[in-house]
């Protein structure tokens, strides 16, 4: 694993394209006769593929830690996972879509029931649902846009759940949450754990104050709870590391905004399926030399445990691969950011298997992309943050290091 | 390699069991008709647990780097084996299970023959007897009790050495070795390399001091060199880093120390056998969650260059497999802490065969647990450190890293 740092040094730009295919949670384990859903599904375009590519496997954090989507996917982008920490408010706000800046500082929310003694008594005030919770916010969005001189932008989120961002000028973390963590007990102002975020305690604690104020005749969604309270971690963006002109072609929110924070341009997708994306891939192709393509319903499935369904998408998946080949990318990789095993419902540690087409791989004798073929690919197993420096490799657009 | 720190944040504690079984030195060379000894053993029980495990092969310490026993156990208990240096003393005194507290400052020391003119003539005074180092030992610790405020434990050990246990307040390291690391030079006596080892020194120097005066009568053994002093290092509990309620079975005395230092606690074996060891899992199989069980004899056995009895060792190790079995653990794993071939009668820096048995495993195309066919393992070649992690992540104990 090599620093950021010195893959700058080595990185120059080119007209080569790079195309990085990312099958959410495509990684499984055996499962339906005694199959991976990679293995159980009809692939002939990535079979075909496999064959002519360098395979291999890649940890996405480390042997056995199970990475979250933010960690995950910092890896494939070439980011050291542990170094760069994304908070939960700023992935919340990611997950939405909305366009964060560096000075801004993103909560999530909880509308929660406090009683008359500003005790909280339900931290999720009964799950209100979603279209009260939509009310809520458009209320409270109307009565509180600014404090001091910092915008305040509230976005409803799904049952009592929505998200605070606070815009302005000296906002700085870190700060405590602002959530007595369990019913019975007060509510529970944020701390700043340093000095330089006593601006950022008293703007998010007044906050809370405004929206007990505004809410104060409701039953149960009366005050709320604020954690995960972050900034935009100080990431340099790809361009400025590797040189790359850089773009995200995804149909979830979250994928748009974790690319949105490592710099990729956020292409429009007209639709919502995988032809789509590639659609829009071909529409955009002349305009960046790298693109990030999402397809999220691997891991949605996988997530459910629907084993068959996940295998379907993968099969859907397969049916695009000539399309992307048409266009003759110079480095096409795919991969998964974090295994999804139907097995386990949920993302796993297991390595990603991983597959690099370029004209400068070494041969490997491989029928397919699997997880138990990889395994004997020439590529060996890798960690996910070495995904990035190869593919700029393989795209002739690192230069040798030392003479 | 991922850090203590990280992993102790993601470590949860639940009822699932974890069994590592450590043949120690089992990895070898190839020997007798170009075969290893795990190669050349009849391993029924271990070949059919083979084909339903997942194999891989794990570096001790680092790439070309043969460990002693201490650093290459640490690793195996997740501990970085550069960042934990175990003192020499520590390890004598582990060596003959003493129970060291943090309080402890402990040397291996030889007897040593000094002329009139305190030039010391023989480092080993002339390899004693062990009977007679027993003898001494009983003398001087009937004479030296205690020095100060500090008590005075002294342990024989074969021919000339024996271990010296210091105990009492603001005794602190770093201090040289009292020893003149050649013959014809006076007796040295041990340096404070730090201002506050001044008490630690004084006390050791009194008690060369107290010891060539108990001694003064004899020809040979007529006073002590101490070297390796040292105290038990801060190392964080297993419990602590990873929630673990850990239990050790080892018939030597030197791993029981080691599993000492991380804080297991040692369960009496009744009788020296492998079965014994069993016996003793079975008896306490209830009491904890994670069980390190140590067969010393494959390194015994290797380190004598004696690849057949190393062979019925693996053999005898081979029949205990049901035992354990039986028992259900959530995860068992099979490995040496390094590898000792008979080929080379000694520890060697090859990688230590490693099998995971879990429900979690990917499948690999293997008929043995051997060197060879570890090579084939879905778990590739790994470092010693990233086994607990994964052993934790296989019985469900690590939390998700990051959203």
Same mark, same amino acid.
């Given at each position: 694993m090599l620093s950021e740092e010195l893959i700058k040094k080595l990185t120059v730009s080119n007209e080569n394209k790079i195309v990085l295919l990312v099958m959410d949670g495509v990684g499984g384990l055996p499962f339906k006769d005694g199959k991976t859903e990679l293995e159980y599904a009809k692939t002939p375009n990535l079979d075909k593929l496999a064959k002519e590519s360098a395979l291999g496997l890649t940890h996405p954090v480390g042997v056995g830690i199970t990475p979250g989507s933010g960690p995950a996917h910092l890896s494939l982008f070439g980011y050291d996972p542990i170094r760069h920490l994304i908070g939960r408010g700023i992935l919340e706000a990611a997950g939405i879509d909305f366009p964060l800046t560096k000075q801004d500082l993103a909560a999530r929310a909880n509308f929660a029931t406090k009683d008359d003694k500003d005790?909280?008594?339900?931290?999720? /005030?009964? *799950? $209100?649902?979603?279209?009260?919770?939509?009310?809520?916010? &458009?209320? =409270?969005?109307? +009565?509180?846009?600014?404090?001091?001189?910092?915008?305040?932008?509230?976005?409803?989120?799904?049952?009592?759940?929505?998200?605070?961002?606070?815009?302005?000028?000296?906002?700085?973390?870190?700060?405590?949450?602002?959530?007595?963590?369990?019913?019975?007990?007060?509510?529970?102002?944020?701390?700043?754990?340093?000095?330089?975020?006593?601006? /950022?305690? *008293? $703007?998010?604690?007044?906050?809370?104050?405004?929206?007990? &104020?505004? =809410?104060?005749? +409701?039953?149960?969604?009366?005050?709320?709870?604020?954690?995960?309270?972050?900034?935009?971690?100080?990431?340099?963006?790809?361009?400025?590391?590797?040189?790359?002109?850089p773009a995200a072609i995804a149909t979830y929110p979250m994928y748009r905004g974790l690319a949105r924070l490592v710099g990729m341009d956020i292409l429009k997708v007209k639709g919502e399926t995988i032809k789509d994306e590639i659609t829009c891939l071909k529409d955009n192709y002349n305009k960046y030399d790298f693109f990030y393509i999402h397809i999220k319903k691997t891991d949605s499935y996988g997530e459910d445990g629907n084993f068959d369904s996940k295998a379907k998408v993968i099969e859907e998946t397969d049916k695009i691969i000539p399309d992307i080949l048409s266009l003759k990318p110079s480095v096409l990789a795919i991969t998964s950011d974090h295994s999804t095993p139907s097995l386990l419902s949920g993302h796993s540690w297991h390595p990603n298997p991983f597959l690099l087409h370029s004209p400068?791989?070494?041969?490997?004798?491989?029928?397919?992309?699997?997880?138990?073929?990889?395994?004997?690919?020439?590529?060996?197993?890798?960690?996910?943050?070495?995904?990035?420096?190869?593919?700029?490799?393989?795209?002739?657009?690192?230069?040798?290091?030392?003479?």
């Open positions: 005790i909280i008594t339900d931290r999720r /005030a009964g *799950r $209100i649902p979603t279209e009260k919770n939509e009310e809520l916010c &458009e209320k =409270l969005q109307k +009565e509180i846009t600014k404090i001091e001189d910092v915008e305040i932008t509230i976005r409803s989120g799904k049952e009592h759940r929505f998200v605070v961002v606070f815009r302005g000028e000296g906002l700085e973390e870190p700060l405590s949450d602002a959530d007595p963590q369990k019913t019975g007990l007060k509510i529970k102002y944020a701390d700043a754990l340093d000095p330089k975020a006593e601006k /950022a305690k *008293r $703007i998010i604690n007044a906050f809370i104050d405004r929206v007990t &104020e505004v =809410l104060k005749d +409701e039953k149960q969604a009366n005050t709320a709870l604020l954690r995960g309270i972050a900034k935009v971690p100080p990431i340099p963006s790809m361009e400025e590391l590797f040189k790359l002109k400068y791989i070494r041969k490997n004798e491989v029928s397919r992309f699997t997880e138990t073929e990889c395994l004997k690919g020439s590529l060996g197993i890798m960690y996910a943050i070495d995904s990035l420096p190869l593919m700029l490799a393989s795209a002739m657009k690192l230069n040798k290091y030392g003479a």
